[in-house]
């Protein structure tokens, strides 16, 4: 722990409370699970992430035929009469199935399941912002956009809390990463898949010899093992060029407002004079270095004991078939080391420059504390380049594929369901969500490439017969209209937006209100120097912006408690069709308009990353249920208190309903 810790008691972040603490849900594979279709497609494509092409020949067609074919159709034996996967008591099928069912056997989490049979530990439980923040990470998506970032605010020094929150959540999930459980799922499941993998090359190998054919030009052990490097680079890279990026730029916010303070104190007289110190911006500036030192030592690739193509292995790992607590303590042995020589440099230089200046500019005992803050930055500056330079950011995967030439368009249906203004407001309406929701393309790489491609396809609600309001029935209409022939290409089929009389209100609660819709909780509190009302700070950092209602299109209501799924009061999710939904989830939610393409498309439609009912859950705490992408306790914090009404009022929303969570209609 850095020293000043123990010298400095000054002030203090709020922090979070335990009652701010999102709901905790089993956590899902370390890796994973949608890895192999981006691995799918790099093969037989050659794009790399972080956008680099291969050298290597690409999986031809018939690579991927073969994939999805039981081996006895296709190989020599023995691989024709391989068995099925392994369980706790021996294979589970007489015949193997598909390669690519055995990879997503071990994806899926089966493969731990039956290894863990007979375990005592319980699955680990994590918050679903943590969660969905590594998903982000693991798949080089920015933890956050530019758009959201300067939408919150977060670079102003009255949000200075949340930022960090949101930086430091990023580290944590690195943290995760790095622990020698995690990494040592995720090294189980790679070694795994690399069989898996290199058992296939082999087969089709000896499938060309045993027909007199030469050997395949491409060889998918290689493939797999080039993508592997690159994935993991590029999530340390796209991480890394975030956090060093964001961390620079509020450092020198500090700074600047640290030496103004500094400068501003009283001269006495010719020799003597008074010097002002913040100690609140000091402490913020001590944060942010701590920040940086946790991001250098956890924000890297952990890929040891990864099998690679040419097998070589930290020798301390080579047993790949010892137990993993074996294996993982090996793993920690290496970390400790790691950071260990991380952190004793760091110290080495920063004690020499504290000797020094203390040898040269000897100072009086209360200029220590901020003396050290300049000590901590230019002996960590001069370790590391990137915290000056930091790297830039690459296009994300899912920009990258849309792209591609043979991708025209991409985008939505949006139905408008609020049918109580002129066409002249609805246009002006119309325009504003719009603008909204392309306001999300800033700070995006390769923005410029493909906003021209995104879509907005407006269905009228009256046209089709739907009511006002009716997401029922707009579900319906677009469940039809999605197996038409005509049905616009490259739309997303699985998801739709809708405009209602709430959504509609969001872009301006206090001056638009709809007959048919109750109003918004307020966000307004009374100014008592003034006969009006002003916007509460803490709903002024865009959180609180225009949303729109996002639609499950395989979504259907939940049946009658049945002796299948009976009805469960202590169960915090609800049953349909053996699928788990977050309890209240009836197929649609708000998102805030800048999410509309960052994450309903990035996230969702682009691979399926994060289901749309997480991003429902995700925003339960929301005081309009609004998503707004991952929180952290701080936000939490805040809408709590803005709840409990600390100087703001939460109307009840005119249904019976507490004020938090009532936009869903």
Known sequence: MAEWRYQFAGPRLRGAGPQDAEEKVHAKSAFELTTINHFLKAATTGMMPGG????????????????????????????????????????????????????????????????????????????????VMKTKIWFGMAPMTEARWKSKGL???????????????????????????????????????????????????????????????????????????????????????????????????????????????????????????????????????????????????????????????????????????????????????????????????????????????????????????????????????????????KVEGWVSELMDEKVERFGFVIYRLCYGQSEEEWEDFQKKIEDGINNAWDGIMGADKIKSKATLHWIDGREEKISEGDMDGARKDFQTITTLPSFPTNLSKVVCLAITPTSLSSLNPTTITTPSSPPLPALFEP??????SKLSSLASTGDFRPFLHAIDATYSPSPSPSASFPPNNNTQTQTRNSKMYPKGYTGTFPILDQLVWSDLFGLNVSGTRVALEDMYALGALHPWGVYVGPTTGTRRREWREMREGMGILLKGNGNGKVAGGSAQS
Not at 295 to 323: C, H, M, N
Not at 527 to 532: A, I, R
């Open 527 to 532: 100014d008592p120097n003034t006969t009006s």
């Open 155 to 393: 670079d102003e020094q009255d949000n200075i809390e949340e930022a960090l929150a949101i930086i430091e959540q990023v580290v944590d999930v690195w943290k995760h990463l790095c622990t020698p459980k995690i990494q040592g799922d995720i090294r189980y499941m790679h070694n795994k898949i690399w069989t898996e993998i290199d058992v296939f090359q082999d087969a089709i190998t000896a499938r060309a010899s045993s027909r007199g054919e030469p050997a395949p030009e491409y060889n998918f052990t290689q493939l797999w093992h080039e993508y592997i490097n690159h994935h993991f680079q590029h999530m340390q890279d796209q991480s890394r060029s975030w956090l060093y990026t964001h961390l620079k730029t509020l450092q020198k916010v500090w700074k600047d407002r640290f030496v103004a303070v500094m400068a501003s104190g009283r001269q006495v007289s010719a020799t003597h004079g008074t010097i002002r110190i913040d100690h609140y911006a000091m402490m913020v500036l001590n944060k942010i270095q701590d920040i940086y030192l946790d991001g250098d030592i956890y924000v890297r690739q952990r890929t040891e004991g990864f099998i690679t193509a040419d097998r070589r292995i930290d020798p301390r790992l080579s047993q790949i078939e010892a137990p993993k607590a074996q294996l993982n303590a090996a793993y920690a042995g290496i970390f400790a080391e790691m950071e260990g020589k991380m952190r004793g440099v760091l110290k080495q230089v920063l004690d020499a420059r504290i000797a020094e200046r203390h040898r040269v500019m000897p100072m009086q005992d209360f200029m220590e504390a901020p003396n050290l803050v300049v000590d901590r930055e230019f002996c960590h500056k001069s370790l590391s380049y990137e915290i000056d330079s930091p790297g830039e950011r």
């Open 52 to 131: 680099e092409k291969t050298s290597l020949s690409v999986l031809p067609p018939e690579g991927m035929q073969l994939l999805s074919k039981p081996y006895k159709e296709w190989a020599p034996e023995p691989y024709s009469t391989m068995p099925g996967p392994a369980g706790p008591f021996g294979a589970q099928t007489k015949e193997s199935p598909p390669p690519l069912i055995r990879i997503m056997h071990i994806l899926s989490g089966l493969d731990d399941i039956f290894e863990n049979a007979f375990s005592q530990t319980p699955p680990p439980m994590l918050e679903r912002s943590f969660m």
